[in-house]
Nanobody, 113 residues
Framework: QVQLVESGGGLVQAGGSLKLSCTAS????????MGWYRQAPGKQRELVAT???????VYADSVKCRFTISRDNAKNTVYLQMNSLKPEDTAVYYC???????WGQGTLVTVSS
């Protein structure tokens, strides 16, 4: 069993920054890929970024050069630094171990214009 808990969401003005964190607990030793996904109202959940234990990173084109994903294996934590936020970034952001289909409960990010 794996449990994921996100934090760091909130309300921010366009152009501002937020940093999300996700801490994993349970059977996590074998987890390779961790990532962030988001779901805006009326839309399907979409990839934001993923990172493997070996350091391979994938970003969605919409966030590349603005967001940075990182991980601290000693703390079992994944981070998402979000800069230059836009109103279209507004969504519930979910931490995930996508290969194992484990998702956190989500944290809301709202970007006002």
């Amino acid at each position: 069993q794996v449990q994921l808990v996100e934090s760091g969401g909130g309300l921010v003005q366009a152009g501002g920054s937020l940093k999300l964190s996700c801490t994993a607990s349970g059977t996590i030793f074998s987890i390779n890929v961790m990532g962030w996904y988001r779901q805006a109202p009326g839309k399907q959940r979409e990839l934001v970024a993923t990172i493997s234990s070996g350091g391979t990173i994938v970003y969605a084109d919409s966030v590349k050069c603005r967001f940075t994903i990182s991980r601290d294996n000693a703390k079992n934590t994944v981070y998402l630094q979000m800069n230059s936020l836009k109103p279209e970034d507004t969504a519930v952001y979910y931490c995930a171990a996508p290969v194992r289909r484990v998702w956190g409960q989500g944290t809301l990010v709202t970007v006002s214009s």
